[in-house]
Nanobody, 124 residues
Framework: QVQLEESGGGLVQAGGSLTLSCLVSGRPLRDYAMAWFRQAPGKEREFVVALSWSGVTHYIDAVEGRFTASRDNAKDMAQLQMNNLKPEDTAVYYC??????????????????WGKGTLVTVSS
């Protein structure tokens, strides 16, 4: 099936910025709605932002105004620009896609494919 690969994670100080990338292969990205999730140790996987086929975005309140999600279907790539990072943003970040469902809030079980994740660590 479609495969996804995240990159761009790393260690940053609070207030810093980081850009994550998600490369899609196997099938065109244009076939999918998308979402980013994150998961910290000992916590459930958390929805962060959804992107519709048309590029409309919906963010959780915790990242609204700080994160910007985008997609480039021609390049089969999506990006998550993260600004003013906070220690509570520390998590493994995952890119996921679905061809069947879309909504302003996406559930992990509704996604068709996942990347392996990239770790973002924000120091205080």
């Amino acid at each position: 099936q479609v495969q996804l690969e995240e990159s761009g994670g790393g260690l940053v100080q609070a207030g810093g910025s980081l850009t994550l990338s998600c490369l899609v292969s196997g099938r065109p990205l244009r076939d999918y709605a998308m979402a980013w999730f994150r998961q910290a140790p000992g916590k459930e996987r958390e929805f962060v932002v959804a992107l519709s086929w048309s590029g409309v975005t919906h963010y959780i309140d915790a990242v609204e105004g700080r994160f910007t999600a985008s997609r480039d279907n021609a390049k089969d790539m999506a990006q998550l620009q993260m600004n003013n990072l906070k220690p509570e943003d520390t998590a493994v970040y995952y890119c996921a896609v679905t061809s069947h469902h879309y909504g302003p809030t996406m559930a992990p079980r509704g996604m068709d494919a996942w990347g392996k994740g990239t770790l973002v660590t924000v120091s205080s």
